[in-house]
């Protein structure tokens, strides 16, 4: 049984869903998303654990600091970190994806102490992914979205239509979602000021490709490009059809994570938490024992 509660922590409101009791797990979401990508997730690691996924800040349920400044990364982490703590307990396993992988590694350079494992579904880490975006072409092509997320018009382009530009990230008209979870999806993304939340993670962490148009651009998400080891057990599990983040973004990842397990799945997209839901607990699963 999934319940919703509140926690103010690190000076902000979260909304998040939690199953189960024992060891803590985190599930982390990205950007279009929302505590709801786990939802396939959250009954089955409530099994054997307390399972918790929260609305990031800025996101659907949870506070949405108006200050830019607010979204950088290392406010991100000390979400993560006082909210851990607020559920009581120390030690964790952390799991993210997209955004949420993005913070999850943030999190393990700063704070390894903190985590018994980490897993990462489709999220770069931001040492490699700052390399593939000053050298690789394709993956600067890819990331041409964040140039425009950053943008004051981003709002509107993304709500047009009732948010057509983002039901079809998520395949042709939505195809990957029923029509009852683009409800859910719709209802989060017209929240007050959720829209301008999400998008404020590409802006206050000036993600994206090498732009002259646009402010600095940085593929490390604000992360200290001195500071990139995660000495942490890592599993990665990536959907290698992802068009937005390039396979290429596994190539020299050990050099900065030593105990690393990579899963590739051949048909997943970025999306592959909703396509291939039992694959990834299965690597999940495999990799906690």
């Given at each position: 049984?999934?319940?919703?509660?509140?926690a103010?922590?690190?000076?902000?409101?979260?909304?998040?869903?939690?199953t189960?009791?024992?060891?803590?797990?985190l599930?982390?979401?990205?950007?279009?998303?929302?505590?709801?990508?786990?939802r396939s997730l959250?009954?089955?690691?409530?099994?054997?654990?307390?399972a918790?996924?929260?609305?990031?800040?800025g996101?659907?349920?949870?506070?949405?600091?108006a200050?830019?400044?607010?979204?950088?990364?290392k406010?991100?982490?000390?979400?993560?970190h006082?909210?851990?703590?607020?559920?009581?307990?120390?030690?964790?396993?952390?799991?993210?994806?997209?955004w949420?992988?993005?913070?999850?590694?943030?999190?393990?350079?700063?704070?390894?102490?903190?985590?018994?494992?980490?897993?990462?579904?489709?999220?770069?880490h931001?040492g490699?992914?700052?390399?593939?975006?000053?050298q690789?072409p394709?993956?600067?092509?890819?990331?041409?979205?964040?140039?425009?997320?950053?943008?004051?018009?981003?709002?509107?382009k993304?709500a047009a239509?009732?948010y057509?530009?983002l039901?079809?990230?998520?395949?042709?008209?939505?195809?990957?979602?029923?029509k009852?979870?683009?409800?859910?999806?719709?209802?989060a993304?017209?929240?007050?000021g959720?829209?301008?939340?999400?998008?404020?993670?590409?802006?206050?962490?000036?993600?994206?490709?090498p732009?002259?148009?646009?402010?600095e651009?940085?593929g490390?998400?604000?992360?200290?490009?001195?500071?990139l080891?995660?000495n942490?057990p890592?599993?990665?599990?990536w959907?290698?059809?992802?068009?937005?983040?390039?396979p290429?973004?596994?190539?020299?990842?050990?050099?900065?994570?030593?105990?690393?397990t990579?899963q590739r799945?051949p048909?997943?997209?970025?999306?592959?938490?909703?396509?291939?839901?039992?694959?990834v607990i299965?690597?999940?699963?495999e990799f906690?024992?």
């Amino acid at each position: 049984m999934l319940e919703h509660k509140y926690a103010e922590v690190n000076g902000v409101r979260l909304h998040y869903a939690a199953t189960g009791e024992g060891p803590l797990i985190l599930f982390l979401h990205g950007f279009p998303e929302f505590w709801y990508e786990w939802r396939s997730l959250l009954p089955e690691f409530g099994k054997d654990h307390l399972a918790v996924a929260p609305d990031l800040r800025g996101f659907n349920l949870s506070a949405k600091p108006a200050d830019l400044e607010q979204y950088r990364m290392k406010h991100l982490v000390e979400d993560v970190h006082a909210l851990a703590a607020h559920l009581g307990h120390r030690k964790f396993v952390l799991v993210g994806h997209d955004w949420g992988g993005a913070v999850a590694w943030a999190f393990a350079i700063a704070h390894p102490e903190c985590l018994d494992k980490l897993v990462i579904v489709n999220a770069p880490h931001p040492g490699v992914f700052a390399r593939e975006l000053q050298q690789n072409p394709a993956q600067q092509k890819a990331s041409q979205y964040m140039l425009m997320f950053r943008t004051p018009q981003a709002e509107e382009k993304l709500a047009a239509n009732n948010y057509r530009w983002l039901l079809n990230a998520f395949g042709l008209e939505g195809s990957l979602l029923s029509k009852e979870e683009q409800r859910a999806y719709i209802e989060a993304w017209s929240q007050p000021g959720a829209l301008t939340g999400g998008l404020n993670y590409y802006r206050a962490n000036r993600a994206g490709p090498p732009d002259g148009r646009v402010q600095e651009s940085t593929g490390n998400f604000a992360v200290d490009p001195s500071r990139l080891a995660v000495n942490v057990p890592t599993l990665v599990v990536w959907g290698e059809k992802d068009t937005a983040l390039l396979p290429g973004n596994l190539d020299g990842l050990g050099e900065y994570v030593p105990r690393l397990t990579i899963q590739r799945i051949p048909e997943g997209t970025h999306w592959v938490i909703h396509e291939k839901p039992d694959a990834v607990i299965g690597y999940i699963r495999e990799f906690l024992r």
